[in-house]
């Protein structure tokens, strides 16, 4: 019952980077789309955002399988 109820855990605990990456790409391309002469910077930002994002999507899943 325990490895049921960690997959259940996980999906929806992978809601939120779900819409974190969403969040990180829609502020992107709104930057982007203002200020079309800064892509360059602010495209390093999104990249740092969605490996953190993800970084949290990854230990929720360890922690599904290890608890």
Known sequence: MTGNLNVIGYGIA???PGIGVGL???AYIQATA???ESAGLTRTYM???FAVVEALALLGLVLAFAL
Request: proline letters at 8%; glycine letters at 16%.
């Open 34 to 36: 203002r200020q079309p």
């Open 24 to 26: 990180v790409f829609a």
């Open 14 to 16: 992978a809601l939120g």
């Open 47 to 49: 990249f740092m955002g």
